[in-house]
Nanobody, 122 residues
Framework: QVQLVESGGGLVQAGGSLRLSCAAS????????MGWFRQAPGKEREFVAR????????YYADSVKDRFTISRDNAKNKVYLQMNSLKLEDTAVYYC???????????????WGQGTQVTVSS
């Protein structure tokens, strides 16, 4: 089992920045690919970014590319999502997830956090 706890969400004005963190406990953190997903009201959960076991490989959704950066610190068992130039449409609950595959599909991730709310205002 892997337990994941997100933090860092909040209210920010459009154009601003936030940094989300996800702390992992349980099994060996470096054994897992880590992903960030988000879900806006009335919409399906969507892929945001994922990072490989070592952190050397990252991949982003087109909607966040060049604005968001995913990173991880295996010594601290944490994964981060730096979000810059935030837009109104970035408003959502953000979830971190751990899985065994370099995937963009939510069902391929095994463990999920409870989510953290990000609200972008005009």
């Amino acid at each position: 089992q892997v337990q994941l706890v997100e933090s860092g969400g909040g209210l920010v004005q459009a154009g601003g920045s936030l940094r989300l963190s996800c702390a992992a406990s349980g099994r060996t953190f470096s054994n897992y690919v880590m992903g960030w997903f988000r879900q806006a009201p009335g919409k399906e959960r969507e892929f945001v970014a994922r990072i490989s076991w070592s952190g050397s490989n990252t991949y982003y959704a087109d909607s966040v590319k060049d604005r968001f950066t995913i990173s991880r610190d295996n010594a601290k068992n944490k994964v981060y999502l730096q979000m810059n130039s935030l837009k109104l449409e970035d408003t959502a609950v953000y979830y971190c997830a751990a899985g065994r595959f370099m995937a963009t599909i939510a069902t391929l991730y095994d463990y999920w956090g409870q989510g953290t709310q990000v609200t972008v205002s005009s």
